[in-house]
Each structure stands twice: as structure tokens, then as C-alpha cells.
Nanobody, 122 residues
């Protein structure tokens, strides 16, 4: 079992920035990648950005060039720096932690946080 906690959400005006954090606890040596998703009212949950244990990153087209994902392996934390925020970025942002059997005793699986709300007004 892995506990996943997101933080850093809030309400900002268009053009401003926010930084989100995702921290995982327990079985941290089993973590393969951390991925951010978001879900706006009336819409399906969508991929935002991800980073794996080797530092490889991916971004959705909608956030390319504006968002930046990074990680601190020692803290088992992933960060999402969101710049030039737009009203369409308004959503609940979720962090997903993917585990793999990288080390003896690890089990594969995905674990989700409860989400942190980001609201962008224009």
C-alpha cells in the first residue's frame, strides 16, 4: 500500500503560476513513475504530465511549453510547475504513483491521491 498526497492547489488569475507537489509514502523503492492527471467538471479525467524513475518526461499537448514536471527521488516527490495558467486549466489535479517489482518485495500497481483543486479565473 502506498499513500499518495497532492498539495499546492489554489485559486489564481489567468497568466499566473502554481506549483503542485505529489508525495508518496511506503514502498517507495518500488516506485517506477509519477503521473499527473486532471479532471474538470463534466469532463473525463485526462493525462497532464508524467515522469519516470530515470527522469524521462511526457506532457499533454495542452500544457506543453507551460507546465514542467520534476522529481526529487530522495523525497519521493514529484512537482508540477504550472505557468501561464488559463481558465481551461481549471480542474482537480490528481497524482498517480505506479509501482513495479523493481526490488525484492515490491508489487506492481497504481495508486492515486485524493486530488488538489486548481481554479483559474479570467
Amino acid at each position: 500500500q502506498v499513500n499518495v498526497v497532492e498539495s499546492g492547489g489554489g485559486s489564481v488569475e489567468a497568466g499566473e503560476s502554481l506549483s503542485l507537489s505529489c508525495t508518496a509514502s511506503q514502498y517507495t523503492r518500488c516506485i517506477y513513475e509519477l503521473t499527473w492527471y486532471r479532471q474538470a467538471p463534466g469532463k473525463e479525467r485526462e493525462f497532464v504530465s508524467g515522469i519516470n524513475r530515470d527522469g524521462a518526461t511526457n506532457y499533454a499537448d495542452a500544457v506543453q511549453g507551460r507546465f514542467a514536471i520534476s522529481q526529487d527521488s530522495a523525497k519521493n516527490t514529484a512537482y508540477l510547475k504550472m505557468n501561464s495558467l488559463k481558465s481551461e486549466d481549471t480542474a482537480m489535479y490528481y497524482c498517480k504513483v505506479r509501482l513495479r517489482n523493481l526490488v525484492f518485495g515490491c508489487r506492481s500497481g497504481d495508486y492515486w491521491g485524493q486530488g488538489t483543486q486548481v481554479t483559474v479565473s479570467s
